[in-house]
T-cell receptor
């Protein structure tokens, strides 16, 4: 099946700094990608829809100025957590649908803000 | 997106079939039923999906009721490695996915 990668897999940053997470579709093009956040022992929460060539669509309650999304190409979307705080520590997961509309998920990025 | 409800947890003996139910009573005609599973600290893994016909692949079978208001994922011969959280979601093609709480399946030796 199709593969979606994320980089980095783990990141530790200090409070107040920004962190960029990359999501790549390795063998297919994706005009749309999705970003999720998952806290321990909870389900995935959709944060935003990343659209190639246009602005991202954010879910209610997600601050667009805090979570900057850039869909730079048909195979790359980035999520930047700006001015990170300890409460932003979470597991961030992206997904992308292939041409057959099957959703493939990345392996996730564990963010820890100290 | 239609909401789904699943039992919080289930146990299954190793080597036996695991039958995981899902209710999606508000599903629309153009919404597919997808199943994923997530092993701790990993991204969700696609298992199977269907619209209205039953489906089978190398991992599992999906049985969808005629009225499409519920479905069952069947793992025919569960192994210890099948222990995971299983999510049933419904959405249209290329649509965003809304995850419920899923079912924690524990396969016991």
């Amino acid at each position: 099946g199709a593969v979606v990668s994320q980089h980095p897999s783990r990141v530790i940053c200090k409070s107040g700094t920004s962190v960029k997470i990359e999501c790549r579709s390795l063998d297919f093009q994706a005009t749309t990608m999705f970003w999720y956040r998952q806290f321990p022992k909870q389900s995935l929460m959709l944060m935003a829809t990343s659209n190639e060539g246009s602005k991202a669509t954010y879910e209610q309650g997600v601050e667009k100025d805090k979570f900057l999304i850039n869909h730079a190409s048909l195979t790359l979307s980035t999520l930047t957590v700006t001015s990170a705080h300890p409460e932003d520590s979470s597991f961030y997961i992206c997904s992308a649908p292939d041409r057959d509309y099957e959703q493939y998920f990345g392996p996730g990025t564990r963010l820890t803000v100290t | 997106d239609a909401k789904t409800t699943q039992p919080t947890s289930m146990d299954c003996a190793e080597g036996r079939a695991a039958n995981l139910p899902c209710n999606h009573s508000t599903i629309s005609g153009n919404e597919y039923v997808y199943w994923y599973r997530q092993i701790h600290s990993q991204g969700p893994q696609y298992i199977i999906h269907g619209l209205k016909n039953n489906e089978t692949n190398e991992m599992a079978s999906l049985i969808i009721t005629e009225d499409r208001k519920s479905s069952t994922l069947i793992l025919p011969h569960a192994t210890l490695r099948d222990t995971a959280v299983y999510y049933c979601i419904v959405y249209t093609n290329a649509g965003k996915s809304t995850f419920g709480d899923g079912t924690t399946l524990t396969v016991k030796p």
